[in-house]
Structures are given as C-alpha cells and as structure tokens.
C-alpha cells in the first residue's frame, strides 16, 4: 500500500508567523498537488509539482517538492488568519491513476 | 483553473429513499470523475472512480449496488444514494480529471451535505 504521511495534523499559530507542512512517502510521486479546503467546501487546488527540486511560489506560500519526488513541504510566510483552513497534499504514485490523499494539516491563525 | 459544479449543495431524505447527487464539470470535458466521501475532521476517501461510457471501479468496501453511478457524458456524472439510512449521512465531493500537457490534476466540486433522518 502507497502511503501519503502529512504533518503535523494540527498547527495552530498566531498572525505574522511562519509555518511549514510536511507531506512524505517512501515511494516516487509522478506528480504532487497542495489543495485548501475551508469547512463545507470542496477542496481548491493551489499548486501541481511535478519535476524535482521544483519550487513553486503563490503569493506567501511557498511549495517544494523533493529532489526523489518522495516529499513536497508547504511554507506559509506571515501568516493571516485567512490562510486558515484544513490543507491537503495528494500524489499520484508511478504507475497508478488515483490520487492518494495525506491525513490533512488543520491550519489556524489566530489574530 | 477548471471549474466543477455539484448539486445540490444539501440534501435531507428520509431513511430507506433514493438520493441522487450531480457532478458536471462546467468548462472542459472530463473522461474520468472521482466520488469521495469525507467524514468531520478527517481527509478525503475515495469511493470510486467514474469513466464516461464504462461501468464504475469501486474502491474496496464501497457497495456499488449501494452506490451507483452513471458517467453518461464527458461533462456530467451522478451518484445515486440507494436506500439511504443515517450511517450514509456525509459530505459527498466529487473530482474531474483534466490532463494538461501530460499532467494530470482533478479539480473538485464544492460538495453535498447529505442528511439522512
């Protein structure tokens, strides 16, 4: 079984911190997806990694995935409390056609 | 990005009727679209996966008689809560596939809550 292990599953800070979310398996990831979901809504995608080393960037959030394509992390720079939300990381495993989700990081950001 | 529409939003029933959930995605065609269920506080499970003009492939534990779901066009597919009782009471998002460039994203719906009383 393809695991996806995202931490923490709670994190909760005040305004103008930085955060980071860890998202990691032992296999290789074609490609990664970082969504936000807020409560009684569908997830939003924000980003799609897909080459190694890769860096992408959305406003304050900074998104990396891992040199292997075995990990990808989430960084919130002075973060606000409209950055609150459950975020999630799900990869498509080499060779297979699900997206596998990780356990979620419930993100709050206390004013 | 691409957009998924879901309907209705909320949905109440009572024990032991029928409830059908639609999922279309408003501005591409999708061959693929995905049924997840999502309980309070956790991720999202997948339930099964949609393939216009084929029959669905369930995930494990998943009753597809239970369960049915049609893809019948590239835009639109619906899931059908048969017999509902309370334990199928939950938040019901559905996904559609779009492949750009060789990569593969699935953007979601907004979701149904779904009550069974």
């Known amino acids: 079984t393809q695991l996806l292990e995202q931490s923490p599953q709670f994190l909760s800070i005040q305004e103008g911190e930085n955060l980071t979310v860890y998202c990691n398996s032992s296999s290789v990831f074609s490609s990664l997806q970082w969504y936000r979901q807020e409560p009684g809504e569908g997830p939003v995608l924000l980003v799609t990694v897909v080459t190694g080393g890769e860096v992408k960037k959305l406003k304050r959030l900074t998104f990396q995935f891992g040199d292997a394509r075995k990990d990808s992390s989430l960084h919130i720079t002075a973060a606000q409390p409209g950055d609150t939300g459950l975020y999630l990381c799900a990869g498509f495993f080499q060779g297979a056609q699900k997206l596998v989700f990780g356990q979620g990081t419930r993100l709050t950001i206390n004013p | 990005g691409a957009v998924v529409s879901q309907h209705p939003s909320r949905v109440i029933c009572k024990s032991g009727t029928s409830v059908k959930i639609e999922c279309r995605s408003l501005?591409?065609?999708?061959?693929?679209m995905f049924w997840y269920r999502q309980f309070p506080k956790q991720s999202l499970m997948l339930m099964a996966t949609s393939n216009e003009g084929s029959k669905a492939t369930y995930e494990q534990g998943v009753e597809k008689d239970k369960f049915l779901i049609n893809h019948a066009s590239l835009t639109l597919s619906t899931l059908t809560v048969t017999s509902a009782h309370p334990e199928d009471s939950s938040f019901y998002i559905c996904s559609a596939e779009d492949r750009v460039d060789r990569i593969y994203e699935q953007y979601f719906g907004p979701g149904t809550r779904l009550t069974v009383t």
């Open positions: 501005d591409f065609q999708a061959t693929t």
